[in-house]
């Protein structure tokens, strides 16, 4: 697997989310706590943009809603939260910080 640079640091806002693409893949970006976290940008219920959803929903700052049917997922791990049977879980990425290029483990 490669380190592809997605991002500066400053283009991933804390609690905010952003989507790049790499190679015919849509990767979302986002940073809680200070640490960013990517992982697949695709909701795997519906197909919906996950960037486009909302961060720090159901009672976690790493909980995020998808825009289309509110399944949740937490992006430090890509698992489906209990209450949304209905999505699977989807793929993450390692990420690592270098000065301030955000490289991606795809």
């Known amino acids: ?3 592809v640079k ?6 991933v806002p804390e609690g905010g989310l952003t989507m790049r693409e790499h190679d015919g ?3 979302l970006l986002t940073r809680v706590e200070g640490r960013i976290y990517a992982m697949n940008d695709t909701c795997t219920h ?3 943009p996950l960037h486009m959803g909302e961060l720090g929903t159901a009672g976690s700052p ?6 289309w049917h509110a399944a949740h997922f937490d992006v430090t791990t890509g698992k489906v939260y209990q209450d949304t049977p209905w999505a699977t879980d989807t793929e993450t990425y390692p990420v690592e910080v270098v000065g301030e290029d955000v490289l991606v483990e795809l």
Do not use: F
């Open 25 to 27: 893949r849509q990767i």
């Open 6 to 11: 997605l991002a500066q640091v400053s283009d």
């Open 1 to 3: 697997m490669a380190k």
């Open 62 to 67: 790493q909980l995020l809603t998808c825009p």
């Open 46 to 48: 519906r197909g919906a």
